[in-house]
Structures are given as C-alpha cells and as structure tokens.
C-alpha cells in the first residue's frame, strides 16, 4: 500500500519517529487516526512529496509491524513493555524535574507554574488507568472478549489524560523553552515531549487497534479533537 493511503494511526505507530514528524505538522493521528495521510496533507495544504520521502527514511531503518494483523496477545505484551512500564518510571523523574525548575526558576519568564501538580495528577490517573487495564480489560480482550462498556470506559479516560496534556501544553508554551533555560529545564522539556510522543502513540494503538475487535475497523475518537 502507497503511504499515502496509509492511515495516520497505522503510519504512527508503524514506522518509529513517525509520530513526531507527524506532530510536528499538525496531523493528529490520535484523534483522526482512520485519516489517509494523503487525505490529511491535502486538508493542511501540506506538499506530499517530501512527507512521503522522510516516512520512507524513517521506514528504511525500521522493521515495521502491522498490529492489525498481530495477535491480541502479542499486543498487550508490547504495550505493557513499551508504555505502561516506560510511563511508570517517566514520571517520577518529570515530577522531580518540574518541582526544582519550579523552586529554583520561580520569577523567571516562562516558568510552568502549576506543572509539577499537574504531572503528579496526570502520574495517579495514568497509573490507575493502567492498573485497571492490566487487571480487568487486557485481560478480557486476550480472551476474545471485547467488552463494550468497559472499553468505552477507557477511551474516555483516554480522552481525560489527552485534556490534561493540553494543560501541559499550555504551561510550557508548547514544550517550548525560553532563552537562557538550565539544563534541568532543558531535560525536563525533552522529557516530556517524548512522554507526550508515547502517551499519544500509548493511546493510538488502543484506540485504533486493541480495542477493535478482529476484521472489524475502527472510526471512534478518543475525543480531545476540540
């Protein structure tokens, strides 16, 4: 299949790097994750032809895997591996991060008031979450049981760590730093765009793939499109 006919959702989280570059020009593949790529460039104006060359070279290194075609099981495994125990130790160190920019940084321009609160609470509803996943639904959906109301349950949890993350943004000017940022500052914000870039991709191939029943195809949104 041509890229360009590619889902958002399949391109992200199919060719590593992916979803940054795809951040980066405004193509939300969590929420609009059944889009063609083709169809979301030309919405954005957006020339395809250099897109299409970067996923090539990013896909090039990459050994790519079609979760539509996987087994539920092997799924569930990669997810609890690469998101639900990387979230678990990105956030304690974020939250350390934030307190000391904070504390030291307080009357400086651009400082993220309010973001070490913010990360301890998105921390305890991402970890109760993931609790409840691991516990309830995974492993109800590795069994061949696709429950509807605790699904929708976790797309709409999923659809309250996305609002909190645009608080996120909103504190940090976009994860942007401003001059003269310590180093603290500067791994804090590279901290937290590459817990955003995992949370969203974390969120996509539940939404788009493990909760979607077998030959089945998916057009619901995680609901932060607003």
């Known amino acids: 299949m041509e890229l360009l006919d590619r889902s958002l959702s399949d391109i992200a989280t199919t060719i590593p790097g992916a979803s940054a570059l795809l951040r980066n020009l405004k193509l939300n593949f969590c929420c609009d994750g059944t889009t063609t790529l083709g169809t979301a460039l030309a919405g954005k104006g957006l020339p395809s032809h250099d897109v299409v ?25 990669h997810i609890l591996e690469r998101y639900h125990a990387r979230h678990r130790e990105q956030l304690p160190e974020l939250i350390f991060l934030a307190a000391k920019v904070e504390r030291v940084h ?37 069994g061949g049981i696709y429950p509807n109301g605790p699904i929708n349950v ?34 804090l914000y590279l901290g937290l765009q590459t817990f ?31």
């Open 53 to 77: 060359d970067q996923l090539l070279s990013m896909a090039s290194d990459a050994e790519p895997v079609d979760w539509s075609k996987e087994p539920t099981t092997r799924l569930i495994s």
């Open 154 to 187: 976790m797309q709409d949890e999923h659809e309250e760590h996305l609002q909190a993350v645009e608080q996120l943004r909103q504190l940090t000017n976009d994860i942007t730093l401003p001059a003269g940022a310590c180093n603290s500052w500067k791994a």
């Open 196 to 226: 955003v870039d995992d949370l969203m991709q974390h969120i996509t191939l539940e939404n788009y793939f493990l909760f979607v029943p077998p030959k089945a195809t998916s057009s619901n949104c995680c609901g932060s499109c607003q």
């Open 106 to 142: 307080a009357n400086a321009p651009g400082c993220p008031l309010g973001l070490a609160d913010l990360l301890r609470n998105i921390s305890h509803e991402l970890a109760s979450h993931m609790l409840k996943e691991e516990q309830i639904l995974f492993p109800m959906l590795g």
